[in-house]
């Protein structure tokens, strides 16, 4: 029993770790005044940013390998149900969210301007993706797959575009196929960061946290295998490193070269907590991230809303939004570590949320 809950005492503290970054990560005081490691690599090359999104996926696969267990022994009709049902849920909370506050000029928003694919919408296809292979392949056989989709992915970017902002496939088949306005804007241009074809490479991140999960409850908790994820994540950062020689790391294309670098981090990053959580029993500083694991859908989208929310309050000429982040923040601690310092209000306002959520055993799942 108490092994059991070790495992998932790793799973949530990485979780929680990864939630608690994303959320500094997407609320600074100002985007123009932030420190450099907190922003995306503008196009290519790698900050610390960029390891957020993947490393969500790569636990999300990692609860996988202990959930899909218990789905499949339900048979095949229960499988189905559970999975589209999670795929439809998450996939429509990050299409409200970006649709979200549904009102402007005394009506409904248009759907029309209504981004279409996002984060959440990544994580639910995924999910879904994943949990279709995995149920179907054997664990070569899904190997295989991830293998040959990185592969395939990188010679249809090469032969259908080219790597740049204006002229990937990634952007030309969301342009063909969703329409410009239901596009990401944030680039100066309509391109979808989550878009349709960049998902496929994605899914090997899921894939690869499945993997890591279901080696951990084989091998157990011991040197050897803290070794072997360790060897596994050096292996795949040297051929990301190796690949991104004519395949540039590229996490805003998600190219396959990004896909080995951050699940080869992520195995290391696991690794270390396996380590420390259950062999050395190093828990007394876990709880704060526990908080954010524990609930980790429901406290990401609470920081989504407070952020569109300061965003839709006007204060004056300004929203409230930058009204707080600049008169109580960076007025008094400076623009780089005030808007840091906005960043943490916003996360620690939510962990607040989560820390009462959790005393009362209140648990959102989809």
Not at 17 to 35: C, F
Not at 204 to 230: H, P, R, T
Not at 277 to 302: A, C, H, Q, S
Request: charged residues 15%; contains cysteine; aromatic residues 16%.
């Amino acid at each position: 029993m108490t092994l059991s809950k070790n495992r998932f005492l790793s799973l949530d503290v990485f979780r929680g770790l990864d939630i608690a970054l994303m959320i500094i990560v997407n609320s600074p005081g100002s985007w123009s005044t932030t420190y450099a490691p907190l922003l995306h690599a503008e196009w290519h090359g790698f900050t610390l940013t960029d390891l957020v999104f993947p490393t969500f996926l790569f636990v999300v696969g990692n609860a996988m390998s202990f959930s899909l267990k218990k789905y499949e022994a339900a048979g095949n009709g229960a499988f189905f149900k559970k999975i589209l049902k999670r795929t439809a849920i998450i996939f429509l909370l990050g299409f409200l969210m970006y649709w979200f506050p549904f009102f402007e000029n005394g009506g409904l928003k248009p759907l029309s301007d209504t981004r279409i694919f996002g984060v959440l919408q990544r994580i639910a296809l995924c999910y879904f993706f994943a949990s279709v292979l995995l149920h179907y392949l054997s664990k070569k056989q899904v190997i295989w797959f991830a293998v040959l989709s990185l592969i395939a992915y990188n010679l249809i970017l090469v032969l259908f575009g080219d790597l740049t902002l204006e002229g990937n496939a990634v952007l030309k088949l969301d342009k063909w196929l969703i329409g410009e306005s239901h596009m990401y804007h944030g680039e100066g241009i309509a391109f979808d960061p989550e878009g349709l074809l960049s998902t496929l490479p994605a899914i090997s991140n899921v894939i690869a946290g499945y993997l890591a999960g279901l080696f951990i409850q084989k091998k157990g908790q011991d040197f050897e295998a803290v070794a072997k994820l360790m060897l596994a994540g050096f292996a795949l950062i040297l051929i990301a490193l190796s690949w991104d020689l004519f395949f540039p790391i590229n996490k805003k294309l998600w190219t396959s070269s990004f896909v080995l670098l951050t699940s080869g981090i992520d195995l290391i990053a696991i690794a270390a907590l396996v380590y420390l959580l259950d062999m050395k029993k190093t828990t007394g500083w876990t709880y704060f991230f526990e908080v954010f694991g524990r609930n980790p859908l429901f406290i990401y989208l609470l920081s989504e809303l407070i952020v569109i929310t300061l965003f839709e309050v006007r204060i004056g000429d300004t929203s409230a939004y930058g009204w707080i982040a600049h008169h109580i923040f960076m007025d008094n601690a400076g623009d780089y570590l005030g808007s840091f310092l906005f960043a943490l209000w916003i996360m620690l306002t939510c962990w607040v949320v989560g820390y009462f959520m959790d005393k009362r055993k209140i648990y959102v799942k989809v």
